[in-house]
């Protein structure tokens, strides 16, 4: 669904989440839209699904990574920096050295993916391969996040250039009566040439690019719930 097919709602309308319904033509084309919103807030909850899923096993894989890198058999660094032995049982190896990737780990991670929000799977890939000399239970991470991130990247793809993003609100639709309408002359309002020239003027571009982050050619990304408001609340 584009702005440009919708006769009735604007823009406005849609951040607004909010519709007054003058015409049975104008009724049908929101109850479209609303179901239009309904299943792409069901995309959006996928996305958010894998999203935390994939916040949860890089946290879990991280904390159990770490735990078990003293030990020239699990740790490639451990074993370069003179460690030998088992876990638990290992001597010399220089414990600094070898948790010094996952501390740049998690500085690029906390930067890349959860601020600036890039879903890209080879970022990722690279990203998580830095982990491996530090425990070599982490290239089994590699392989998850790829496909997490690659998941994400192909549903964020499906919604983000659709009216709503990325909260996208069902309308709440109320009614006027053909007496007030005749009075007011609701219905006349569309008419207007004015009118019409300023929505088309509206609908030639996707108003809520502006909203979307400067990353988006690295792998586009979901943004947060409030950013839309942050800034419409800024506009007031």
Same mark, same amino acid.
């Given at each position: 669904?584009?702005?440009?097919?919708?006769?009735?709602?604007?823009?406005?309308?849609?951040?607004?989440?909010?519709?007054?319904?003058?015409?049975?033509?104008?009724?049908?084309?929101?109850?479209?839209?609303?179901?239009?919103?309904?299943?792409?807030?069901?995309?959006?909850?996928?996305?958010?699904?894998?999203?935390?899923?994939?916040? /949860?096993?890089? #946290? +879990?894989?991280?904390?159990?990574? $770490?735990?078990?890198? !003293?030990?020239?058999?699990?740790?490639? *660094? &451990?074993?370069?920096?003179?460690?030998?032995?088992?876990?638990?049982?290992?001597?010399?190896?220089?414990?600094?050295?070898?948790?010094?990737?996952?501390?740049?780990?998690?500085?690029?991670?906390?930067?890349?993916?959860?601020?600036?929000?890039?879903?890209?799977?080879?970022?990722?890939?690279? /990203?998580?391969? #830095? +982990?491996?000399?530090?425990?070599? $239970?982490?290239?089994? !991470?590699?392989?998850?996040?790829?496909? *997490? &991130?690659?998941?994400?990247?192909?549903?964020?793809?499906?919604?983000?250039?659709?009216?709503?993003?990325?909260?996208?609100?069902?309308?709440?639709?109320?009614?006027?009566?053909?007496?007030?309408?005749?009075?007011?002359?609701?219905?006349?309002?569309?008419?207007?040439?004015?009118?019409?020239?300023?929505?088309?003027?509206?609908?030639?571009?996707?108003?809520?690019?502006?909203?979307?982050?400067?990353?988006?050619?690295?792998?586009?990304?979901?943004?947060?719930?409030?950013?839309?408001?942050?800034?419409?609340?800024?506009?007031?």
């Amino acid at each position: 669904m584009k702005i440009e097919d919708l006769k009735y709602i604007t823009p406005l309308d849609i951040q607004a989440a909010h519709l007054n319904i003058t015409s049975a033509e104008m009724y049908e084309e929101a109850k479209n839209f609303n179901q239009f919103m309904y299943d792409m807030q069901r995309k959006r909850w996928r996305f958010l699904r894998d999203y935390w899923a994939m916040i /949860m096993l890089n #946290i +879990l894989m991280l904390i159990i990574g $770490c735990a078990t890198s !003293l030990s020239s058999y699990t740790s490639l *660094l &451990f074993l370069a920096t003179g460690g030998r032995g088992p876990l638990g049982m290992a001597v010399g190896g220089n414990m600094y050295v070898t948790l010094v990737p996952a501390v740049i780990y998690v500085i690029l991670f906390v930067w890349l993916i959860m601020l600036k929000k890039i879903y890209n799977w080879r970022l990722a890939v690279v /990203m998580t391969a #830095i +982990l491996i000399p530090v425990n070599y $239970c982490f290239a089994a !991470l590699t392989i998850a996040n790829a496909i *997490l &991130f690659r998941v994400m990247y192909r549903t964020d793809e499906e919604i983000k250039d659709e009216p709503g993003y990325p909260g996208f609100a069902e309308l709440t639709l109320s009614f006027i009566r053909d007496e007030e309408n005749a009075e007011d002359k609701g219905m006349d309002s569309f008419a207007d040439g004015k009118k019409v020239d300023d929505l088309e003027s509206e609908r030639k571009e996707n108003p809520f690019n502006k909203y979307r982050t400067r990353y988006q050619a690295e792998g586009g990304s979901l943004l947060k719930d409030n950013d839309i408001s942050n800034v419409i609340n800024g506009n007031d």
